[in-house]
């Protein structure tokens, strides 16, 4: 069964259509990658899928439910890590979570906030007020508050913008061993390279999806690019990214003893998916 499904969603603010009829079917456990610019749509799309908006139109369904019909039901069921940390900061990190953990009425809330406040590594300032904390820090902290009550589904908004390298691969680490766990990981991302760690992503840009596919089915669409130094000349030749492309390409300098190296080079997933968003950007 699907964790979530959106039909044909549209969400307008006032006259400007911030999405344009997405559709996506995400997998249960699977990690789901949201890729897009800023001002693509993500946040919306975030949103409306955890209740928080109420879109123009079109279907959603998460775990079955629709988030404005059955808003409690989901919300116990669903984990959500805003853009920008929504805490309080003069409360304790173990506070903050104390408090979301009391908000779900969550059974043993006690030992499952030591629990949470241990993996987001914070045990050791627990007891200091948010307001002296780091980015990063606050960042770990809201990611506690939303996994205190075991959700099933995780919506996790930019959970690495502005996050040093570090910490940005600490986190990465965590959503894949939660995902190994059973749970559902829907997290949005502008950082084009993220893409490699997701099982699945989707590239929105001015409010539609222009792909959904797997990192390595995008890096199929890509391209590369065959230097052949035959001699003194040096030779580059575009390739599509299959074998029988680059085979085809060889072809030709089979009979040539003078070729001294052959290099190839594909396109990054980086350059694949920005690649996909300036295509569709052309008039
Ligand atoms: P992203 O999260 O991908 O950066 P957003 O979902 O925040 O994108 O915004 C998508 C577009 O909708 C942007 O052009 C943004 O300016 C616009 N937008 C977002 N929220 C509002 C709002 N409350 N009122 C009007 N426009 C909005
Ligand atoms: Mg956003």
Request: aromatic share 6%.
């Amino acid at each position: 069964m699907s964790a979530i499904e959106v039909q044909n969603l549209r969400k307008n603010y006032g006259g400007f259509e911030a999405l344009r009829g997405v559709d996506l079917e995400v997998r249960t456990g699977s990690l789901f990658g949201l890729l897009g610019p800023n001002g693509a749509g993500k946040s919306t799309l975030i949103k409306a899928l955890v209740g928080a908006l109420r879109p123009s139109s079109g279907e959603l369904r998460v775990l079955g439910l629709d988030p404005l019909r059955e808003p409690a039901r989901l919300r116990a069921q669903i984990g959500y890590m805003p853009q920008s940390p929504a805490l309080y900061e003069d409360l304790s990190a173990r506070e903050n979570v104390l408090f979301f953990a009391s908000a779900h009425g969550s059974p043993d809330a006690g030992k499952r906030v030591e629990e949470v406040l241990a993996f987001a590594d914070l045990a050791e300032r627990a007891d200091d007020p948010v307001h002296t904390f780091s980015g990063g820090m606050k960042r770990r902290v809201s990611l506690a508050c939303a996994l205190v009550h075991q959700p099933r589904v995780l919506f996790l908004d930019e959970p690495t913008a502005a996050v040093d390298p570090h910490l940005r691969g600490r986190f990465w680490r965590t959503f894949r061993d939660l995902a190994a766990t059973g749970v559902t990981l829907f997290i949005s991302t502008h950082l084009m390279d993220e893409a490699l760690l997701c099982d699945e992503v989707a590239i929105l840009r001015q409010g539609s999806i222009l792909a959904t596919d797997t990192p390595q089915g995008l890096l199929q669409r890509g391209r590369s690019k065959l230097t052949v130094r035959c001699g003194l000349a040096e030779r580059e030749h575009l390739i599509e990214s299959r074998p029988e492309d680059l085979a085809e390409a060889l072809r030709g300098y089979g009979l040539y003893p003078e070729v001294s190296a052959v290099a190839v080079r594909a396109d990054t997933l980086e350059t694949v998916v920005l690649g996909l968003i300036g295509e569709e950007a052309a008039p």
